[in-house]
């Protein structure tokens, strides 16, 4: 199974309640994790994070944030 590393982050109409963001990028229900990072050596899992009200979330898929789960615009940057 191959990584799955998109370029722009995934935008969504976040509720309230306790949510786990997928990080390594093999979820099959991103932006969340499904669980399968648990079937693959890939040293990461899931950010947790509690959404206290509805908001809109930009959540980082390109892996460069340095907030994640959070988009913080590294998308943009030219590659090293
Ligand atoms: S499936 Fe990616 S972190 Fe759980």
Sequence with gaps: MQREDGTRPIVIDETPGKKWYCQCGLSQRLPYCD???????????PIAVEITEPATKAVCQCHRT???PWCDGSHRMPDE
């Design 35 to 45: 669980g399968t990072h648990k079937h693959h050596d890939v040293g990461v899992g």
């Design 66 to 68: 340095q907030g994640p």
